[in-house]
T-cell receptor
Framework: AQTVTQSQPEMSVQEAETVTLSCTYD???????LFWYKQPPSRQMILVIR??????QNATENRFSVNFQKAAKSFSLKISDSQLGDTAMYFC????????????FGKGITLSVRP | DGGITQSPKYLFRKEGQNVTLSCEQN?????MYWYRQDPGQGLRLIYY???????QKGDIAEGYSVSREKKESFPLTVTSAQKNPTAFYLC????????????????FGPGTRLTVL
């Protein structure tokens, strides 16, 4: 079974600064996908970024980038130039593609951006 | 506009009553999912459906039931057997169930907050 661990329940960052959210996972599979989802106060789940395990290059989406360390089973999210709208819960998630392609989520981290 | 709708947004139920949460999508997606979200627990999968008239239990199916009579609809019934039903419920859908060489993004609805009085 796959597990996803987010050990930091809360973090805070000053507007315009950079913050890194941590995630570790456990799996015996070699091919999988990792995701970061954002859930703002509206509670709508939004996909922030996706990483394919077979790609060595770290994914980036504008101000969001990941540090994917496959051997260490680590998948952290870096948010640069933090904005007030980044205030949300962030969930790390894992998926094995194929017939059992279900999402397994971590417990989430609450990020607050201070003005 | 294409998307996923869930209704109602807030739902109150008396203890011992069954209640049904609605989930509708007009994205022409084959697969649909129900998740439960509790504080400090993340999202946990209740049921999922690959195609019409087929569905499978997720990690926490006890006390819940579903049906998939139409492609666009996947209602979730919270039965009186569910011991702690107060939670936030999210529905999601994706194009195909399993693509061997790739993945299909799951799109989420706005959720329903269920409170048992």
């Amino acid at each position: 079974a796959q597990t996803v661990t987010q050990s930091q329940p809360e973090m805070s960052v000053q507007e315009a600064e950079t913050v890194t959210l941590s995630c570790t996972y456990d799996t015996s599979e070699n091919n999988y996908y990792l995701f970061w989802y954002k859930q703002p106060p509206s509670r709508q789940m939004i996909l922030v970024i996706r990483q394919e395990a077979y790609k060595q290059q770290n994914a980036t989406e504008n101000r969001f980038s990941v540090n994917f360390q496959k051997a260490a089973k680590s998948f952290s999210l870096k948010i640069s130039d933090s904005q007030l709208g980044d205030t949300a819960m962030y969930f790390c998630a894992f998926m094995i593609p194929g017939a059992n392609s279900k999402l397994t989520f971590g417990k989430g981290i609450t990020l607050s951006v201070r003005p | 506009d294409g998307g996923i709708t869930q209704s109602p947004k807030y739902l109150f139920r008396k203890e011992g009553q069954n209640v049904t949460l609605s989930c509708e999508q007009n994205l022409n997606h084959d697969a649909m999912y129900w998740y439960r979200q509790d504080p400090g627990q993340g999202l946990r999968l209740i049921y999922y459906s690959q195609i019409v008239n087929d569905f499978q239990k997720g990690d926490i199916a006890e006390g819940y039931s579903v049906s998939r009579e139409k492609k666009e609809s996947f209602p979730l019934t919270v039965t009186s057997a569910q011991k702690n039903p107060t939670a936030f419920y999210l529905c999601a859908s994706s194009i195909d169930w399993g693509v061997v060489s790739g993945y299909n993004e799951q799109f989420f609805g706005p959720g329903t907050r269920l409170t048992v009085l």
